[in-house]
């Protein structure tokens, strides 16, 4: 026997008509999707985050009459991917 309860009343799922039970089911499949989407916006502000702290970085070494103070790489000599943590960018701001 597996309850529910709703607005306060307690029900016994097993017990419920098929239209209930569909409807139920329904609504978890609405809120587990909803919760997926939270969790991809969280992935998607994280990395949001993380390009706008690189961005602030490389336009700190331009200059602001758009002259260009940094070394350019080509891809091709890029080797490795230095991923910043927290402290590092607020130390580099």
Partial sequence: ?????IDGNEYDIDTLPPEVKG???A???C?????SWNMDIAIAQTARAAYAAELYLLLKQVGSDGDEKM???????????????DEEIEANR
Wanted: aromatic share 0%; proline share 0%; no cysteine.
């Fill in 1 to 5: 026997m597996t309850n529910i309860t």
């Fill in 23 to 25: 409807q139920l089911s």
């Fill in 27 to 29: 609504l978890q499949q």
């Fill in 31 to 35: 809120d587990q999707k909803i919760n």
């Fill in 71 to 85: 070394d350019v790489l080509e891809i091709e000599e890029v080797n490795e991917v230095d991923v910043l943590e």
